[in-house]
């Protein structure tokens, strides 16, 4: 029996659903490389270790491990930014994984195949989840400090709860579930919150920005996602931007296919003596080849020419059902009136009996107002009668129209038709139009406005949630849920 298993919702079912979802990770590309110091490049054997190294593909972790114990020389190597990207081998848990992301991606400008240039995919719709970031202080056994917002908004620096010792066994109390994470409180930080003028740690340049972007590549096999970690602050603030332009635009990131590549750009920094100073410096970019303007068309909410007239049907009508009026509908209600027309469409069809607005004993027709309040008292007391069956003042002015009005409907008039529909069921309102947007590109995809198609099923969709509007705001809440396999 096949199953489909809920990877978000639903109540946990064993201590692996209790922890957050976290997509696996089969490999890193980094953003530069590890070059030797100006100390370590002063030693032969030093360089030739490195160099041979590299050439074979070792991490750079490694090379400095045996550089230091056949050099002793400690902290060789430090980061370099490069104009290119470096995907290794020994980076990957596949390491053929890597040279088939530089066979399909990879350029030759005159100093090797190098990774300048990669198409990516996120897994997600929520931009955190794609490039989760905080403030994080390493120590020689991991992470010692790191930030993390809380429901009041604020950044808090957290740390790990010190573990209690079992004074009977003379050993350590074993803790279920992970180390406890706690708010810090010292005499740096006596409040717990995360404030980096006056935290020692990042003065002394030990607390820095922590981010990945964590991604798919597309044409790359393997069971998860890579990563590509930045320090940077003017590269998250960037990449912040391009999610939240295509989000807002197209309604989602899953599905768009984004470019990541270096580009050099002018910062400013503050040096020793408290200057600022503008230095050049390549930065990570992510960018997208996809025209807003098309992203755009189909977000705009084109306002009804009829949304008056069909309000006020709406109100008056029995069934309280919306239909395209034509062009003679001024015509058709003027002649109702004029000639004290009997409109008395609310038939029962298991009886087919009628009303009859014309008062007993020969006297003057009803007005047309109490011709339609009879009309709305009949509907509403029909008995087996169709409840959404068209009233009478609408039947009377569509029976003026030409028969082929229907099959004539222009994109416009079906638009408009769904501009009335969004309007009767509340999504017209400054807060709902961005779940609609979001809900219909995921339903139909870009450009879903300028298909008749689509816009015919949205219409229908439409028509049915007026009489189940609880199951329609469900479907609008899903399509706005981050999942890993959206």
Known sequence: MNAVVNLVN???????EERALRPPVIGHIRPGIKALTAKARSNSQAVGIYNDMVASGHPFDAIAKVIESKCNLKNALVPKNTAYFTCRRSDF????????????YGEDRGDGVKLYRFPVLFAFNDWMQNLPNQMTVYGTNGRKFFSQYERDGIRY??????IERDARAQRAVRHFGGRTVIRRQDEAIPDGICDP????????????LSASFVFAVPDIKGLGLIELPTNSIYVLQKAYSAMQTVQLARGKLTGTR??????EFEITRINENGEAVRVSQMLTVLDAD??????????????????????????????GNVVRLGGEVDAAIGNAVAEGA???????????????MTEAGGTEPATANEAMAASVTTASTAGTGTIAATGPLLQHVLAAQPATAGSTETLADKRDRMSDLLQRLGL????????????????YGRGWSDREQDVDQMNERLVQALTDREAFDREIVAARQPTFLD
């Open 10 to 16: 639903g109540p946990a079912r064993s201590v692996v």
């Open 93 to 104: 848990n596949n390491p053929d994984v890597a040279d088939e992301i530089l066979r399909l």
């Open 157 to 162: 620096c957290m740390t790990y709860a010190k």
């Open 197 to 208: 003028e006056q935290c020692p740690q990042y003065q002394a340049r030990h607390c820095n």
């Open 258 to 263: 984004f470019w990541i590549t270096k580009r």
């Open 290 to 319: 996809i025209d807003i303007g098309a992203l755009l068309n189909a977000a705009d909410d084109a306002p009804s020419a009829l949304e008056a007239a069909s309000r006020a049907v709406a109100l008056i009508e029995a069934g």
């Open 342 to 356: 009997v409109m008395d469409a609310s038939v029962n069809p298991g009886t087919g009996a009628g009303v009859d």
């Open 428 to 443: 017209s309102a400054e807060d709902r139009k961005q779940d609609f947007r979001i809900y219909a590109h995921t339903k």
